[in-house]
C-alpha cells in the first residue's frame, strides 16, 4: 500500500533532493507536483520541476502555482540557490508543459480524490495551499496530516534575522495555513530551522553522491552534485564553511516514515506586521496565549541516521530510472 503524496516546492536544490527521495521511496506514490515561486521565479521551478518529474520517471501531474505571494512582492534566493534554482546543473528543456490545472486547484482535486489518504508535503511558501483553501475550505479535513518545511522556533533565521526562507516569501499565507489547520484530524508537523539545519552535508556527504553519479550514470544524479557544489559555496561565502543545511529532504523523510526525528506540540503563529520581525514564527513556549498547539514541532533529530538512510535511498532511486532527455 504506497501512500500518496502531493508536493508543493519551490525547486531550489534541497527541494530537488527531496524529489528524488519521494521518487525512489518504495512505499510512495507522487499524486502531484505544485510548482511554488520562491527560490526562484515560478516559471524557472516549474522548469525544474518537469525536467525532474521526466527524469526521475514521477508519473503524476506537475502544475504551475502562483506567480507572486498573496500580498507582497515576490523575493528569490538567486544567490542561494543559482539563477535557475539548480545550481551549476545543466537542464535540458522539457517535453511537456504539464498540467494545465493551476497549482491550488490540483490541491483541492488531488485531495478529494483521496480523501483521508493525501499526506500534504509544502517545501516551499505557502502561497498555493493557502489559494487552495479559499476554494475549498474542508481541506484540513480531508488531508491525511500536512507536513512543512518552514520556520525558526527560538533559533536565529535565515533570511532576516529571525524569519526562515519559505516563511518570509509569503507570511500572510503561511499564517492563513496555520490558521486554517486549527483543529485539523491531525495537527501539521513543522519542520523548522532548529531541526533541518541539523543535517550537514559536508565533502565527504558530497563524494558519496558523486560516485552515486559516477556508477550510475543517472543524469538527476549529476545534477544534484552540480546543484551541491553551488549550495557548497554559497554557505561557504555565508560563513559556515564548505558545507550545506539540506533542510527539505528531512520533513519529507519524516512524513513518509514518521522517523529520524520526534515531535512536540507547539502554538505557533506568524508575525506579519513587526518592522523587524516580519515573517518570524512565534512558539508560545509558556502558555501565555491560552491557545491549544496547533502544530508539532519536529525536535531530537538523529541526522547521521537520516544522512545514511537518505543516501541510500538516493542511490536506489538513480541506480534506474527514466533516462530519456
Known amino acids: 500500500m504506497t501512500l500518496p503524496v502531493l508536493v508543493d516546492c519551490d525547486t531550489g536544490i534541497d527541494d530537488a533532493i527531496a524529489l528524488t527521495y519521494l521518487a525512489g521511496h518504495p512505499d510512495v506514490r507522487i499524486a502531484g507536483v505544485v510548482s511554488s515561486a520562491g527560490n526562484v521565479e515560478v516559471a524557472a521551478v516549474h522548469r525544474n520541476n518537469l525536467v525532474l518529474a521526466e527524469l526521475l520517471g514521477i508519473d503524476a501531474p506537475v502544475s504551475r502555482g502562483a506567480a507572486a505571494p498573496l500580498t507582497a512582492d515576490l523575493m528569490t534566493a538567486d544567490d542561494t540557490h543559482g539563477p535557475q534554482g539548480l545550481g551549476h546543473a545543466h537542464l535540458p528543456e522539457?517535453?511537456?508543459?504539464?498540467?494545465?490545472?493551476?497549482?491550488?486547484q490540483l490541491w483541492v482535486e488531488t485531495a478529494r480524490a483521496h480523501p483521508g489518504e493525501l499526506v500534504g508535503l509544502v517545501l516551499g511558501p505557502h502561497t498555493n495551499l493557502a489559494l487552495a483553501l479559499e476554494l475549498d475550505p474542508e481541506l484540513p479535513r480531508l488531508l491525511r496530516?500536512?507536513?512543512?518545511?518552514?520556520?525558526?522556533?527560538?533559533?536565529?533565521?535565515?533570511?532576516?534575522?529571525?524569519?526562515?526562507w519559505n516563511i518570509a516569501v509569503d507570511p500572510e499565507a503561511a499564517q492563513q495555513?496555520?490558521?486554517?489547520?486549527?483543529?485539523?484530524?491531525?495537527?501539521?508537523?513543522?519542520?523548522?530551522?532548529e531541526a533541518t539545519e541539523t543535517v550537514r552535508f559536508t565533502s565527504a556527504t558530497l563524494s558519496r553522491l558523486q560516485?552515486?553519479?559516477?556508477?550510475?550514470?543517472?543524469?538527476?544524479?549529476?545534477?544534484?552534485?552540480?546543484?551541491?557544489?553551488?549550495?557548497?559555496?554559497?554557505?561557504?561565502?555565508d560563513g559556515f564553511g564548505w558545507m550545506a543545511h539540506v533542510h527539505d529532504p528531512l520533513v519529507a523523510a519524516h512524513a513518509v516514515t514518521g522517523g529520524f526525528a520526534r515531535t512536540r506540540p507547539l502554538a505557533v503563529d506568524v508575525e506579519l506586521t513587526g518592522m523587524l520581525t516580519r515573517g518570524q514564527t512565534v512558539g508560545d513556549e509558556?502558555?501565555?496565549?491560552?491557545?491549544?498547539?496547533?502544530?508539532?514541532?519536529?525536535?531530537?533529530?538523529?541526522?547521521?541516521?537520516?544522512?545514511?538512510?537518505?543516501?541510500?535511498?538516493?542511490?536506489?532511486?538513480l541506480s534506474g530510472g527514466n533516462r530519456s532527455l
Open 94 to 104: 522539457p517535453t511537456t508543459s504539464g498540467d494545465p490545472r493551476e497549482g491550488a
Open 145 to 164: 496530516r500536512l507536513h512543512i518545511m518552514g520556520g525558526a522556533i527560538n533559533h536565529r533565521g535565515n533570511t532576516g534575522p529571525t524569519s526562515e
Open 177 to 193: 495555513v496555520l490558521a486554517a489547520f486549527t483543529g485539523a484530524p491531525q495537527r501539521p508537523v513543522l519542520g523548522s530551522l
Open 211 to 237: 560516485g552515486t553519479a559516477d556508477r550510475t550514470g543517472h543524469p538527476v544524479a549529476t545534477i544534484l552534485v552540480d546543484a551541491l557544489r553551488w549550495y557548497f559555496e554559497f554557505h561557504q561565502a
Open 286 to 317: 509558556l502558555g501565555r496565549w491560552g491557545r491549544a498547539p496547533n502544530v508539532d514541532v519536529l525536535t531530537d533529530v538523529r541526522p547521521e541516521e537520516f544522512i545514511d538512510h537518505l543516501l541510500q535511498m538516493l542511490q536506489d532511486a
